[in-house]
């Protein structure tokens, strides 16, 4: 079975920085992609970044150049560096991997932009 859990998210103040971790664990087969959604308050869960095998990311527009996303493949880990924080980014983050086999969610962490 895999687990992953999410650590780092909390409430910052408007250009602040947080840093968001998901290490998975369990039987894991290739994983492929890395990443992050995230849901805010009456909106739709939105993809925020996503991270192939190979290191290749994609960002949603609102947050390109503030928000860098990694992997370390050895662990099994995804990073989220989030950077000059907007109110506009309070949700509920979710990370995800996708292996050979399926896609398993994180249990989401709640990050709050607030002053």
């Known amino acids: 079975q895999v687990q992953l859990v999410e650590s780092g998210g909390g409430l910052v103040q408007p250009g602040g920085s947080l840093r968001l971790s998901c290490a998975a664990s369990?039987?894991?087969?290739?994983?492929?992609?890395m990443g992050w959604y995230r849901q805010a308050p009456g909106k739709e869960r939105e993809l925020v970044a996503s991270?192939?095998?190979?290191?290749?990311?994609k960002y949603v527009n609102s947050v390109k150049g503030r928000f860098t996303i990694s992997r370390d493949n050895a662990n099994n880990t995804v990073y989220l560096q989030m950077n000059s924080l907007k109110l506009e980014d309070t949700a509920v983050y979710y990370c995800?991997?996708?292996?050979?086999?399926?896609?398993?969610w994180g249990q989401g962490t709640q990050v709050t932009v607030s002053s």
């Open positions: 369990g039987t894991i087969f290739s994983i492929s992609r």
């Open positions: 991270i192939t095998s190979g290191s290749g990311s």
């Open positions: 995800f991997i996708v292996d050979a086999l399926r896609d398993y």
